[in-house]
């Protein structure tokens, strides 16, 4: 809040004039939020100017400059799908920002000149007199001058109760007016205002996905070996004086097995595909880098109010006195609760009322609602007898004031109190005579799958933190009664040296904290999830890699969130792990197979130069092993897998080495099929070349069969668009070679040698698959 002077002594009375009101607002901006939208052109050309799409470019440049327009034009459509859904997914962030927008009041009552008048709430500014009543939305951050509300704050600080607010209170943008009327002076606007403070950090929050990170690394990894592996060859024809006419198709075709043309692609298919999986189960995906983040999350943050509870008041526990039971009790509280209104404790204590069947005689004559000053409402009625009795429904000290109270009571409203609920007394009686019967004790409940969610997910290696706004006390027992374990973090903000996962609990936090410790948890190497439901979590829900809004969440958070939840519960939460760690393998078996084949590939062309002093594949024959191994390969994004038992983690650096060893492996194969051919079967270099082109493409289906699974290749039966992608595969490429068609022809014979001899590698290779991957740690 601003401190300093809003007003002069006389314009308590009268409010701003309007010339002092349109002053400051030309000093001090609308009571709105700035609109930054960049614009659209340049986003959508930055979508072509990063690594990934420099090697679709490079990939359609070569492909015109080789005469096929045909792989160009498909390159150049993957090329444009990613760049259109990069650039549709980016409006997230200022559609979380339109959202923030459109919480605040669209119409506010002030006082200018000396007379009441309504604006729009973007024309009020620091000074103004504004009049808060029942059902409206607070326009601006304020504080109270005159009258008493009862605030709901829930969607800003994460309150699960509604708070009294007298002279002298604050209040902030965005507050529901459940109750009362009061007069306040506007002490902040726009972007100063804590409202506004939320939507900055929404548009500053950004994390690089994991997926980003691992598909740039992919791509380093492969251009720093293939780079020099190309360099290589060229240096060694240009020595060994072979023509340029021959160089240069031996360096086209190294560039082209070198990129991986499909990798941002099958990325893509594989996340789209969960993302309609996700969906059928009623977990809607607003950004396809959401599922990946899903499989790596080890630590998700989730609010209190409305996440894990329902945010709704109920009735938690009754106590009364001897003679008198639960129902009474309620029947007599009900008597002194306004029978409509937005009162929340009234509501839920009727609610109560009902359910439990009660029903005392009690006649009401007169009803005085709930007064902030007395801190009780106040029923008249007639007891079954006849006689004229009150009922009086408050705060505990108030009540015993008029009516007594058991020497037990005390104990058991300390007891009620120390677990977080909101305790009220009820007493009925003659003036003079009246006695407390019992204690309603009210609370937020939590949902009824939360405690299943949160074991569901320690099972997965996922730990959960509470994240909310309410006390310590209220705090600690709902984690308690939904299984988050770990002590409640200090107050204020943490010291330097207390990481956040020190912490099960953190309690009184406002938005900026819940986005400050989201923050330190990725800083400490985390890759953190955020459940919430309201423009308190949207800075954390952006911010997190993957945010998660529930049902019942607010547009603001809806929008900043990667994933929503469309249908009431948290189990879409451990769906969204499940099918994301089931993703994670899919593109781990592709991204294993690519790293794999482009070593392989760049080592058997340098192989073939030396051994023949030719370019072993033509530029054609590369583009056809492209082509076909690239469908296969986007296949397995349907693949039959087992979701991963622990959170993933892209660990490229160990996913390279490990491929590398079986790029060796496949290197040794390669070279014994092609010295077989040149120097048992005499093949001249054209038909050796077509060899060389059926044993990468038996090869290769050795290779992805055999990563595919992280146990033995026989664990698993692949899916039937796998199998049928695998059988088109061998079936093209042995209808290519067996009649010439762009390659020269060989007999069926030996094209089905090479296919048999790839069955024996390939329970080979797997062998080596087994050791190699427990040495790396890949799983």
């Known amino acids: 809040m601003n401190e300093a002077p809003v007003l002069a002594g006389s314009e308590f009375a009268s409010g701003l004039t309007e010339e002092e009101a349109l002053r400051r607002l030309a000093n001090e901006g609308r009571n709105a939020l700035e609109d930054e939208k960049p614009a659209s052109g340049r986003r959508l050309l930055e979508k072509f100017w990063a690594p990934v799409p420099w090697m679709l470019e490079a990939a359609v440049v070569l492909q015109i400059a080789l005469g096929e327009a045909g792989q160009a034009a498909l390159i150049l459509l993957l090329l444009v799908l990613n760049a259109a859904l990069s650039f549709f997914q980016e409006g997230r962030a200022q559609a979380t920002l339109d959202a923030l927008k ?103 929050a950004h994390v690089k996905s994991a997926q980003q990170k691992a598909v740039l690394l992919v791509v380093r990894n492969l251009a720093i070996f293939n780079g020099c592996v190309v360099l290589f060859q060229t240096g060694y024809a240009i020595l060994h004086h072979l023509p340029v006419r021959e160089i240069v198709p031996l360096t086209l075709t190294a560039i082209l097995a070198a990129i991986p043309v499909a990798l ?112 009780m409402s106040r029923a008249e009625a007639v007891a079954p007898d006849g006689a004229p009795v009150s009922v009086i429904k408050g ?53 009824a799958d939360s405690a299943g969610l949160v074991a569901a997910l320690r099972d997965m290696g996922v730990r959960t933190l509470m994240l909310t706004g309410d006390a310590p006390a209220t705090a600690r027992v709902v984690a308690h009664s939904v299984g988050i374990d770990g002590p409640v973090a200090p107050a204020g903000r943490l010291s330097e040296g207390a990481a956040p996962p020190d912490f099960g609990v953190y309690a009184g936090v406002f938005p900026e904290d819940k986005f400050a410790i989201v923050k ?72 294993l197979r690519s790293i794999t084949r482009k070593i392989d590939q760049l080592l058997f062309l340098t192989f073939g130069l030396i051994l023949t002093g030719h370019a072993i594949l033509t530029p054609m024959l590369m583009v056809i092993l492209m082509s076909v191994g690239d469908v296969l390969a986007m296949a397995s994004s349907t693949d039959n897998v087992r979701p991963s038992e622990t959170p993933n983690a892209w660990r490229i650096d160990a996913l390279t080495k490990a491929a590398s060893v079986l790029a ?86 030996v094209v089905a040698g090479v296919f048999a001899a790839a069955v024996l590698f390939a329970l080979i290779l797997d062998r ?5 991957f427990r040495w790396f740690g890949v799983s």
Not at 120 to 149: E, F, N
Request: charged share 20%; net charge neutral; aromatic share 4%.
């Open 395 to 447: 705060a505990f000290v108030e009540v015993s004031r008029q009516a007594p109270a058991d020497a037990g009571m005390a104990e058991k409203l300390d007891a009620l109190q120390s677990q977080g609920f909101r305790v009220l007394a009820v007493a009925v009686g003659a003036p003079g005579e009246m006695k407390i019967l019992g204690l309603v004790a009210l609370s937020d409940p939590p949902r």
């Open 264 to 375: 941002p692609a099958s990325f893509t298919l594989a996340t789209a595909l969960a993302a309609r999986t996700l969906a059928r189960k009623d977990v809607l995906l607003t950004r396809l880098s959401a599922v990946d983040e899903a499989a790596s999350m080890d630590v998700l943050c989730a609010d209190k109010t409305g996440t894990l509870t329902r945010n709704e008041l109920a009735v938690t526990a009754v106590e009364s006195v001897e003679g008198h039971d639960r129902a009474e009790v309620l029947a007599l509280a009900a008597l002194a609760s306004a029978e409509a209104g937005q009162d929340p404790v009234d509501a839920a204590i009727r609610q109560a009322a009902r359910e439990a069947g009660a029903a005392t005689g009690y006649a009401r004559r007169a009803f005085t609602p709930f007064d902030p000053a007395s801190k």
């Open 768 to 772: 080596v698959k087994l050791a190699t």
């Open 664 to 749: 060796l492996c496949d290197l040794v194969f390669c070279s014994i099929v092609i010295v077989y051919g040149k120097f048992r079967l005499g093949l001249a270099l054209e038909p050796l070349r077509t060899l060389a082109a059926v044993t990468m493409v038996a090869c290769g289906q050795a290779v992805l069969l055999v990563v595919r699974e992280r146990r033995a290749l026989w664990s698993s039966w692949p899916s039937g668009v796998f199998l049928l992608a695998s059988v088109a595969d061998l079936a093209l490429i042995a209808l290519l070679a067996t009649q010439g068609l762009l390659m020269s022809p060989l007999p069926l014979s």
């Open 102 to 204: 459109r919480r605040l009041a669209l119409v506010a009552v002030v006082r200018r000149d000396g007379a009441w008048k309504s604006l729009p709430s973007a024309d009020l500014v620091r000074g103004d007199i504004v009049k808060l009543s029942l059902g409206g939305v607070v326009g601006a951050d304020v504080r109270i001058l005159q009258g008493d509300v009862l605030l709901d704050q829930s969607t800003l600080t994460g309150e699960s109760l509604p708070v009294e607010a007298g002279p002298g209170a604050e209040t902030y943008a965005g507050a529901l007016v459940r109750r009362g009327e009061a007069v306040a002076v506007v002490v902040a606007t726009g972007e100063r205002t804590r409202f506004g403070r939320t939507a900055e950090l929404v548009r500053t």
């Open 520 to 591: 330190g948890l990725q800083r400490a190497g985390h890759t953190v999830g955020m459940c919430g439901d309201g423009a308190n979590d949207a800075p954390a829900l952006r911010q997190a890699q993957i945010g998660i809004a529930v049902s019942t969440a607010t547009d603001v958070a809806k929008s900043a969130a990667g994933i929503v939840l469309t249908q009431p519960g948290l189990g879409g939460v451990v769906d969204a792990v499940t099918e994301g760690r089931a993703t994670y393998q899919r593109i781990l078996t592709y991204a």
